[in-house]
Every structure is written in C-alpha cells, then in structure tokens.
C-alpha cells in the first residue's frame, strides 16, 4: 500500500480532486496525503497490539490505549495551533501518538505474556495457513466497514469541496466519542463468544447476546438524543466558526446513521465469535459497493446531508436485516442443540 500509494500519489493533483481553493493550502496538500498515508501504514501493522489485547480479553488495555492516543494526539494538537504550524507537521503531530500508543501496549502484552519478539523460531505452516484464511474472510469486511468510514469525506470533498467536508467530519468526529464508549463494552465479547463457544456454552451465548443488545439500545439512545439536542450548540463553543456548525438535517441523519450502525453492532459481534465469517464478507462489500456509487449521486442532489442517506440506503437492507437474520438463526440453531454438539454447530 505503501509503495503503490507513493507512486502514484505524488503524480495526482490532489487539490484538483479535493477542490481546495486556498493556494497555499493547495501547494501542500499533495503533502499532507502522503503524510497521512504514511502513518497509516506505520499504525496499520502496529494495530495488532490491540487486536492481541482483545484476544486476550484485556479490553481494558485496549480502552486505555485508545483513551491515551485520544489525550495525547489532543494536547499535540493544541500545541500545533498555539505555535501556529502549518498543516504538515500539524499533521505529523496528530499522527504520531496512536503509533506510539500501539508500541507501548505491544510490548507490555509480550512482556505480560513473556514473549519474544522472534518471528522464525515461532513459525508454524499450519497455524500460518489458518490464520491466512480466516484473515481474508476478516478482510473483506473490514476493507467494508473502512470504505463506509473514510470514503464520505473523500467524495463529499470531490463533489462540493473541501469547505463542505468540515461540518461533517465534525459531526462525525462527535458521534466518534459515542461510537468508543459503546465499543469499550461490546467489542470484548467477540473472544468472550469465541471461548463459549469452544466449551458448548450455548445458555451464556444466548443471554450474552441479549444483555449486549439492551447495553447497546441505551448506550447508542440516550447520547444520540442529547447529540440532536446540543450538538450544533457544542460544535460552535469548540469551533468558534459559525460556517463549521452543521445543518439540523445533517446532525439528524448523522445521528440516524450513528443508530443504525450502533445496533448492528452486538450482531457482528456474535457473528465473528462464532465464525460466520462468510456472510458478513458478502453482504459486507455489497454494501460498500453499493453506498460508494450511491453517496455522489446523493451528496450532488442534496448536499452533504445525501452522505447518510446514501449509507443508511446502503447499509439498513443489506448488512444490517442480514446480519440480524443470520445472527437469529444461528441462536435458533445454538438453543435447540444438546450442550456437547454446540460448538461444532455453531461454526458450521
């Protein structure tokens, strides 16, 4: 990714695409996608050390990771706009943390789980050959769920141009601190599912899943309602920019976005732990597919409030009724099945 986007980002006219208007900011913005690009590539490999802490069910360690990325990548950034920087090493400070953050969390679960940091001696063919295919089928949806996350920016940008992307990156960055709080309680039940699953556990499954999706009703609920409530009033105190402050159309559909993708969430869930990986992978890219031709026809027609029309269009009949469907079956499957039988159901 790396190479390829080195190659053949330098020789696009970024500011063209993104329709940035600003000639100071135009002549860096090459620049500053490169930049951003290269911290993904350094985090995205680093990020195992979160995968590794859920695995392990220390969503904690992952909770604080994540908590002091957040701090960190903040207080540098308001240090860049105290010293007045220019976008680039501004960008290179908010990059910077969540790298570090991932190194420090890395070395504290192997020294936990006192490993050594030698890639031959622990090969395995076998173990290698299932992780490869289990981690394609976790690919796919994945790439899914980054295209839904990233790409309404980018074609919101190329559409209406970059001014128009900053209320909605600040409504999106918002209902980000709702999308944590959730996660911190949700996303450990995965390995949790998985290890229930391996013992035929099929009782603490079925409650599991039901609590999960009460926590998740209130937790996703009460803070959207407050959002809809104060959200155009907290974005213009942090701000200070009456032209950032989103519309009241696009805080509604942010926010109904925000529930739909909140509600999936303990579905997935049970999904990954019990290994119903080729479902999600299949109505997961359709989806992508679907929205990313969607959200240029709605944005040109609406303006930045057809972004999550065109996601919740997208996303609601697909992989939202599907994955409730698949999950509501297998639960079926799971309730009906003698204890000893249930894992090997459960996978199948």
Known sequence: VLVISLLIGWRVDWAGVFKIQDKNLALQTRTCLLVVIVGFCMSFPLSAAQKLAVALQLGWAQSV??????????????????????????????????????????????????????????????????????????VVPQLAG??????????????????????????????????????????????????????????????????????????????????????????????????????????????????VCGFSLPFAMLLNGLGRLIGQATYGMTTAALAVYLMPVFSAQWGAPGIPIALITAYLPITFLLSCAESFWV??????????????????
């Open 65 to 138: 990771a994540n908590a002091t990325g957040s701090v960190v990548s903040l207080v540098l950034v308001g240090v860049a706009a105290l010293l007045e920087l220019s976008v680039v090493p501004f960008l290179v400070l908010a990059l910077i943390p969540p790298v570090l953050v991932n190194i420090g969390l890395l070395f504290h679960l192997m020294r936990r789980l006192a490993w050594r940091l030698d890639l031959i001696s622990h090969s395995n063919r076998r173990h290698a050959r299932e992780i490869f295919g289990m981690g394609i089928l976790f």
């Open 146 to 259: 980054a295209l839904l996350a990233s790409a309404p920016q980018v074609i919101l940008s190329s559409v209406l141009g970059a001014a128009a992307a900053v209320p909605f990156n600040l409504t999106q960055r918002m209902l980000g601190m709702i999308t944590q709080a959730r996660d911190m309680m949700i996303a450990p039940l995965w390995p949790a599912y998985a290890e229930a699953r391996s013992r035929g556990d099929c009782r603490w499954i079925v409650k599991t899943f039901r609590r999960s999706v009460l926590i998740t009703v209130v937790t996703t609920l009460l803070p959207c309602l407050l959002f809809i409530l104060f959200g155009q009033g907290l974005i213009l105190f942090w701000t200070k920019t009456p032209e950032s402050v989103p519309s009241r159309d696009l805080i509604l559909l942010m926010t109904a976005w925000q529930v």
């Open 331 to 348: 639960l079926s499957k799971l309730k009906n099945l003698p204890k000893k039988k249930a894992a090997q159901s459960a996978g199948n």
